[in-house]
């Protein structure tokens, strides 16, 4: 990468940072829901769920951190589809911009603004009794898995929010992101689903990620999982970057 390159995405990501700074309702409604998700499970309906925990919110918040995440990258797809509309792109380019680099400061904006939601979630479940005895090694593992995962939702987001057409449509894709945990072992285990059901749970790759991250959060084996969990996000993040990223061309030429 150029040293041009890094300093206009520099720049730009100041310039969206910026943004969420004069705008913190930004990560207020992303953190909410999940935060809304946690109380529900927790105090309303844990108690009827048999997870073999001893702490329920310890055994949920893998799956929160991964709704959060998909929550907040539908602000990824709105803040895209608002400045191509805006015309924003159109004028970076009339200007000696490196190309890429707008792309790359919304990306990388998405990623700043999901780690202060998750850090938010973190400490609303620590309030709400979650407890673990994992190293900084386990912590760091578990922000590497998420920092991958942001990364690979983020490079989804972008599709949407260059091509849709209105301004719901570019967020709307999010959807089916943030319910596809509950078809996991993020809240229940699998072994208590139907069949078909279970057959899904258990070979989607939110299954495999709440998984490891669980087993770290509470020093237990982490098996297979994690190499799983990694090669799902690692493969989702380049598909859809070369996705994103082809789509991004066709547009600006």
């Given at each position: 990468?150029s040293?041009?390159?890094l300093?206009?995405t520099?720049?730009?990501l100041?310039?969206?940072?910026?943004?969420?700074a004069?705008?913190?309702?930004?990560i207020?409604t992303?953190?909410?829901?999940?935060?809304a998700?946690?109380?529900?499970?927790?105090y309303?309906?844990?108690?009827?769920i048999?997870?073999?925990?001893?702490?329920?919110?310890?055994?949920?918040l893998?799956?929160i951190l991964l709704?959060?995440?998909?929550?907040?990258?539908?602000?990824?797809?709105?803040?895209?589809?608002?400045?191509?509309?805006?015309?924003?792109f159109e004028?970076?380019?009339?200007?000696?911009t490196?190309?890429?680099?707008?792309l790359w400061?919304?990306?990388?904006?998405?990623l700043?603004?999901?780690?202060?939601?998750?850090?938010?979630?973190v400490?609303?479940?620590?309030?709400?009794?979650?407890r673990?005895?994992a190293?900084?090694?386990?912590?760091?593992?578990?922000?590497?898995?998420?920092i991958?995962?942001?990364?690979?939702?983020?490079?989804?987001a972008?599709i949407?929010?260059l091509?849709?057409?209105?301004?719901?449509?570019?967020?709307?894709f999010?959807?089916p992101?943030?319910f596809l945990?509950?078809?996991?072992?993020a809240f229940?285990?699998?072994g208590?689903?139907?069949?078909p059901?279970?057959?899904f749970a258990?070979?989607?790759?939110?299954?495999?990620?709440?998984?490891a991250?669980r087993?770290l959060?509470?020093?237990?084996p982490?098996?297979?999982?994690?190499?799983?969990?990694?090669?799902?996000?690692?493969g989702?993040?380049v598909?859809?970057?070369?996705?994103a990223?082809n789509?991004y061309?066709?547009?600006?030429?």
């Amino acid at each position: 990468m150029s040293k041009h390159f890094l300093g206009d995405t520099a720049v730009l990501l100041g310039r969206s940072l910026r943004h969420i700074a004069r705008s913190p309702d930004t990560i207020i409604t992303t953190v909410v829901m999940p935060i809304a998700f946690m109380l529900l499970f927790v105090y309303v309906l844990g108690g009827a769920i048999n997870t073999g925990s001893d702490s329920y919110v310890t055994y949920l918040l893998p799956g929160i951190l991964l709704i959060t995440v998909a929550s907040g990258i539908a602000y990824t797809a709105y803040r895209l589809f608002m400045d191509m509309k805006g015309g924003i792109f159109e004028r970076f380019q009339s200007m000696p911009t490196a190309r890429s680099s707008v792309l790359w400061a919304h990306v990388l904006t998405s990623l700043v603004a999901n780690l202060i939601s998750l850090a938010v979630v973190v400490l609303v479940a620590l309030l709400m009794g979650f407890r673990s005895t994992a190293g900084v090694s386990a912590w760091l593992a578990v922000a590497g898995i998420l920092i991958l995962f942001t990364l690979a939702l983020t490079w989804i987001a972008v599709i949407p929010g260059l091509t849709a057409k209105t301004m719901e449509g570019a967020s709307a894709f999010s959807y089916p992101l943030i319910f596809l945990p509950f078809l996991s072992s993020a809240f229940v285990p699998t072994g208590t689903m139907p069949g078909p059901v279970r057959a899904f749970a258990e070979h989607q790759p939110v299954t495999s990620i709440v998984n490891a991250i669980r087993a770290l959060f509470t020093q237990q084996p982490v098996g297979t999982d994690i190499w799983i969990a990694l090669a799902w996000c690692a493969g989702i993040l380049v598909i859809a970057y070369v996705l994103a990223m082809n789509t991004y061309r066709r547009r600006i030429s």
